[in-house]
């Protein structure tokens, strides 16, 4: 008999002091995305968006230890000032779509990975926001996901709080 990894959904929610337009912006403008994306010690010096249902944004986190690790996300909904839906992958550096393993990955990274990103304005400038990232394996790799996407939320924070 075989057994299936345990999956997990990864669910990140937080409160921004801002109006969710702006908050709609740090997702779906490349200068904001660059501000934002990636853990801490690591840079975006890329993030080419194409903003709009069946469109694909190609994206570099960059590190001086680690190199640069690239990112596509295919929308597949769009809904403004609500949700964006989009499946998560690693790519090369031309865009190519590539398989976790083939750079390095350990086998509970997922491809092909469905997230949601959802947006509830507060009132009085502010935005609760939702980050859903479906499927992970239970392991290494979910808690290293957890750890960056809170970090890159708290940079988020940041950019938002400039204005």
């Given at each position: 008999m075989t057994t299936q990894p345990e999956q997990h959904d990864l669910t990140f929610v937080?409160?921004?002091?801002?109006?969710?337009?702006a908050v709609w912006k740090a997702w779906s403008d490349?200068?904001?995305?660059k501000?934002?994306?990636?853990?801490?010690?690591?840079?975006?010096?890329m993030a080419t968006i194409d903003f709009r249902e069946g469109g694909t944004s190609h994206l570099c986190m960059s590190h001086p230890q680690f190199g640069d690790n690239y990112s596509l996300w295919q929308y597949q909904t769009i809904e403004p000032l609500r949700?964006?839906?989009?499946?998560?992958?690693?790519a090369d550096k031309d865009?190519?779509?590539?398989?976790?393993?083939s750079v390095g990955m350990p086998p509970d990274f997922p491809?092909?990975?469905?997230?949601s990103i959802l947006f509830k304005s507060l009132g009085d400038h502010q935005t609760e926001l939702t980050v859903i990232e479906y499927g992970w394996t239970v392991g290494q790799m979910m808690e290293m996901s957890r750890m960056g996407m809170e970090q890159c939320l708290d940079k988020m924070a940041v950019l938002l709080a400039r204005g």
């Open positions: 937080r409160v921004f002091d801002a109006p969710v337009e490349s200068e904001s995305v501000q934002w994306w990636g853990p801490d010690g690591f840079t975006a010096p949700r964006i839906d989009f499946i998560h992958n690693l865009g190519n779509r590539v398989d976790p393993a491809a092909d990975q469905r997230q």
